[in-house]
């Protein structure tokens, strides 16, 4: 197994995206990600998420909301930063830190469509760490159909009284704020939903223990309830039924993430697996030197080849304001298919070992499936790309 994959991807085709200063802050989140994620793995999957002074320490660090102004705590820098960080988080094999959805999804809420007070009260508490957040829309009853949310939120005055579940809400457990989208109108449909901002420790909020998943098992995934909760009309973001737009306008970025974490998979994957063939002998000879193993490398290697630079090319339309929702669609369902394929021949040719969790291609196994759901489903992204057509 090699100790870290990322060093040994001199397989990988040249990118062109980056320059010094990006090179310089991956190698601080790989430090990070080495020295205070990797160590604590075993422990985080058993109390099934990370530690609260795991954000403080990133937050010290930069890694939290760098591309936040810095009149708000943040670095100021582009998405290749963030970019970065999923990559490196990929690279060392962990899936448990919900950083990417805090820095760059419930953040940019707050920065593109928050009041100033909200911002300045918010925002420099999430790039410090002090504040964890999250965004609550799945419910036990709805997924990728964001128009038939049943939570509600009716106005009495000053304050909404909000009733309703959310389920699957990453850093749920930890979080100290949530981004809900409610129903704040009797109407149906996209119309009558609006985002809330809604503080832990609020009277009717009550959250439910880590939920026992498959994989991405030191995530901190978990249900949230709402009962009669009273949340200030200054606690709304954005107009009263804008909801539904304010989250279109964030979802192409949204699902370009879900792509970068997927190539970065696998390239992890084929990293570990190069490694392990390599040194694994079957009859004598080393795996690598069979030519099935050689032909499915090969393979492997030409499509995440053929998957990076199209995701680069994502990346560079988003920094130029120009990538489209069909494509980041069709970024977030090749690339989820693609991971799937990559770990799954990775673990077959592990043989018996890629059963076994002491070996980090079980853990991708386990860990990658989740995908191909989240972020909207896969079926859903062909129904997208088909519009298009």
Known sequence: ???????????????????PEHT???TTVRRFFAEEVTPHRERFETQQHVDRELWRKAGALGLLCPTMPESYGGSGVDRRFSMILMEEQAYAGDSGCGFALHSDIVANYIQHFGTPAQKEHWLPRMASGDTITAIA??????????QNVQTRAHRH??????????????????SDLVIVVARTEDASGAAALSLLLVESGSPGFSKGM?????????????????QDVSV??????GEEGMGFIMLMQELAWERLMIAIMCMAGAEYALAETLAYVQQRKVFGKPVAS???????LAELKTEIQIGRVFVDRCMEQLLESTLQIDAAAAAKYWCSDLLSKVVDACVQ????????????????????RANRIYGGTNEIMKEIISRTL
């Not at 829309?137 to 964001?146: A, C, K, V």
């Not at 005055?157 to 930890?174: A, Q, R, V």
């Not at 890629?354 to 386990?366: H, K, N, S, T, V």
């Open 210 to 226: 880590p939920l026992k998943k498959i994989g991405m098992k030191a995530q901190d995934t978990c249900e949230l309830f709402f």
């Open 157 to 174: 005055g000053d304050h909404y009284i909000l009733n309703g579940s959310k389920i699957f809400i990453t850093n749920g457990y930890l």
């Open 1 to 19: 197994m090699s100790k870290n994959p990322a060093v040994t991807m001199n397989w990988m085709i040249p990118r062109t995206l980056f320059g």
């Open 24 to 26: 310089d802050f991956r």
């Open 137 to 146: 829309m799945t419910e036990p009853g709805t997924g990728s159909d964001l």
């Open 290 to 296: 069979f030519q099935n193993t050689r032909f499915t």
């Open 232 to 237: 200030p009309v200054t606690s709304r973001l």
């Open 349 to 368: 040719l592990h043989g018996g070992y890629g059963y076994m969790l002491d070996y980090p291609i079980a853990r991708a196994w386990i860990d990658m």
